[in-house]
T-cell receptor
Framework: KQEVTQIPAALSVPEGENLVLNCSFT??????LQWFRQDPGKGLTSLLLIQSSQREQTSGRLNASLDKSSGRSTLYIAASQPGDSATYLCAVSAGTALIFGKGTTLSVSS | KAGVTQTPRYLIKTRGQQVTLSCSPI?????VSWYQQTPGQGLQFLFEYFSETQRNKGNFPGRFSGRQFSNSRSEMNVSTLELGDSALYLCASSLGDRGYEQYFGPGTRLTVT
């Protein structure tokens, strides 16, 4: 059974800091991995999608990597801003269902 | 292109009642998935519909059901509501084949009293 773990559960940083969020999964047989952002009480916004054949994806200040063999992904956020404060979720796809981690709640102080 | 829409956004029901939630996918998307989000369990997959057929199902009791119409719009129904069904219900759509990116709606917040 696929399990997804995100560490840390919460993170507080000052504005301008570079940071890394971690995601691990137990079964390497995945189609892709998605990183999402969720603001309190809101839906999910897709940030990056990495196909199983890819090693990384970049969008603006965000960079996500995928090491399928070790069951790990990282989301790198450069020059963090207060507007980045949210919960970040990673999810793996092994078919048509996404399996989610519990998320990392990020707080960026100005 | 309009995003995924869900109605209603908020709902309050009493134990024992039933409820129907609606989801309209992005135009051209044929797959609709439903997820339940609670503080304790996080996000859990309920079921997925593709071309009006349930293609995948999560580990939820039979009180949770859904359907998809020919225009890809989907509804989910929960019968005999329990307090534990209070949650944010999220709908996601994708083009349909495995591996495609999923796009989520804003969710329906269901409170059962």
């Amino acid at each position: 059974k696929q399990e997804v773990t995100q560490i840390p559960a919460a993170l507080s940083v000052p504005e301008g800091e570079n940071l890394v969020l971690n995601c691990s999964f137990t079964d390497s047989a995945i189609y892709n991995l998605q990183w999402f952002r969720q603001d309190p009480g809101k839906g999910l916004t897709s940030l990056l999608l990495i196909q199983s054949s890819q090693r990384e994806q970049t969008s603006g200040r965000l960079n996500a990597s995928l090491d399928k063999s070790s069951g790990r992904s990282t989301l790198y956020i450069a020059a963090s801003q207060p507007g980045d404060s949210a919960t970040y979720l990673c999810a793996v796809s092994a078919g048509t269902a996404l399996i989610f981690g519990k998320g990392t709640t990020l707080s960026v102080s100005s | 292109k309009a995003g995924v829409t869900q109605t209603p956004r908020y709902l309050i029901k009493t134990r024992g009642q039933q409820v129907t939630l609606s989801c309209s996918p992005i135009s051209g998307h044929r797959s609709v998935s439903w997820y339940q989000q609670t503080p304790g369990q996080g996000l859990q997959f309920l079921f997925e519909y593709f071309s009006e057929t349930q293609r995948n199902k999560g580990n939820f009791p039979g009180r949770f059901s859904g359907r998809q119409f020919s225009n890809s719009r989907s509804e989910m129904n929960v019968s005999t509501l329990e307090l534990g069904d209070s949650a944010l219900y999220l709908c996601a759509s994708s083009l349909g084949d495995r591996g495609y990116e999923q796009y989520f709606g804003p969710g329906t917040r269901l409170t059962v009293t």
